[in-house]
């Protein structure tokens, strides 16, 4: 499934998917765009792969994809890698294949949650690199 054939997620009963939404007392530090489990799931950028991480250290179930590029990283989660740290990716490469967060949060529109890191490890409103995959 191609990064520009996914629809960011609504708000549905475990919130909103936008960035800056809240999730109690913090914020939603990406943007939730909609996927079904199983399907499979390209680099939004060229560059390396650098990490291959779990995204709750109380569930090994769930796993994220990191994607650095010209000193931005770019976390892909709730994706199963199809790719190995070191990997260098162009933005068509599959990287994972999405998986399904029922289990935990049940009730909850499917997707994969998409994060942009600065070198100071700050937050960026993804949004616009997103948009800028569509054709």
């Given at each position: ?10 708000c549905d009963g475990h919130g909103c998917g936008g960035f800056g939404d809240s999730r109690g007392s ?95 490890d700050e937050f960026i409103d993804p949004t616009p690199v997103i948009l800028a995959q569509q054709p």
């Amino acid at each position: 499934m191609q990064l520009f054939e996914l629809a960011f997620r609504r708000c549905d009963g475990h919130g909103c998917g936008g960035f800056g939404d809240s999730r109690g007392s913090r914020k939603h530090n990406g943007v939730d765009l909609i996927c079904q489990a199983g399907a499979r799931v390209q680099s939004p950028v060229s560059g390396r792969v650098t990490k291959l991480g779990y995204c709750y250290a109380d569930d090994l179930n769930f796993r994220y994809v990191e994607v650095s590029s010209h000193g931005y990283r770019f976390r892909i989660f709730y994706v199963e890698p199809l790719v190995a740290v070191g990997d260098e990716v162009s933005r068509k490469t599959f990287i994972g294949v999405a998986q399904s967060i029922a289990s935990r949060y049940q009730g909850i529109t499917p997707h994969v949650h998409f994060e942009l890191m600065n070198a100071d490890d700050e937050f960026i409103d993804p949004t616009p690199v997103i948009l800028a995959q569509q054709p």
